[in-house]
């Protein structure tokens, strides 16, 4: 039973150039978060996904930054004309449903975040 | 507004002391959940316990043990008896009502255990 896949572990990526983000969710899982941590911070929410649908982008960046999950397929975040400030820690949590709990809702001792994206622009 | 504060950036121990991280929440639900995370080294996220409003009962989990008191809005952690692999970053976090995986993290607590 796979947890939450996302690649690469490291991406590095110079200025101006894109940076591509995947998460494949758990199992039967058709909800994902993407998070990220800047060096020394918390993690920051970003935008939560269902498939095909963006429910809540309060956290993206207004510019440069969009997100997706389609149909068939990972989700991906997407990051146009990187900068040196886009450097971090891209996580990704997935759920099967949503409501209060619900990102470990059915099962109390597992995580569901993935490992991890580390992102370097130079 | 939601809001989680670890006001303890740094924590240094020496190996078998007893050490608490602290977290307090500000939330106006009174329905929500309370987590902890780990960050070791390495990076990844590791799941400690979940936390809902309803349930104030204390937890202990081997050498670790949570203290939930809705009257001061905190939710400490304590590892007792800590040791050199308990070294990591340590969140604390939030959840609303009706939030589903939308985490409010605190700063994180970075605790260094030293043989």
């Known amino acids: 039973n796979a947890g939450v896949m996302q690649n690469p572990r490291h991406l590095v990526r110079r200025r101006g150039q894109e940076a591509r983000l995947r998460c494949s969710p758990m199992?039967?899982?058709?909800?994902v978060y993407w998070y990220r941590q800047l060096p020394e911070e918390g993690l920051k929410f970003m935008v939560y996904?269902?498939?095909?649908?963006?429910?809540?982008e309060s956290g993206m960046p207004k510019e440069r930054f969009s997100a997706e999950f389609p149909k068939e397929g990972p989700s991906i975040l997407r990051i146009q004309q990187v900068v040196r400030g886009d450097s971090a820690a891209y996580f990704c949590a997935s759920s099967p449903n949503s409501g209060t709990g619900g990102l470990q809702l059915i099962l109390n001792t597992e995580a569901f975040f993935g490992q991890g994206t580390r992102l370097t622009v130079v | 507004a939601q809001k989680v504060t670890q006001a303890q950036t740094e924590i240094s121990v020496v190996e078998k002391e007893d050490v608490t991280l602290d977290c307090v929440y500000e939330t106006r639900d009174t329905t929500y959940y309370l987590f902890w995370y780990k960050q070791p080294p390495s990076g990844e996220l590791v799941f400690l316990i979940r936390r809902n409003s309803f349930d104030e009962q204390n937890e202990i989990s081997g050498r670790y043990s949570w203290n939930f008191q809705k009257s001061t809005s905190s939710f400490n952690f304590t590892i007792t008896a800590s040791q050199v692999v308990d070294s990591a970053v340590y969140f604390c976090?939030?959840?609303?009502?009706?939030?589903?995986?939308?985490?409010?993290f605190g700063q994180g607590t970075e605790l260094s255990v030293k043989p």
């Open positions: 996904l269902q498939k095909e649908n963006i429910i809540d």
């Open positions: 199992k039967g899982h058709s909800h």
């Open positions: 976090a939030l959840e609303g009502y009706n939030q589903g995986g939308k985490l409010i």
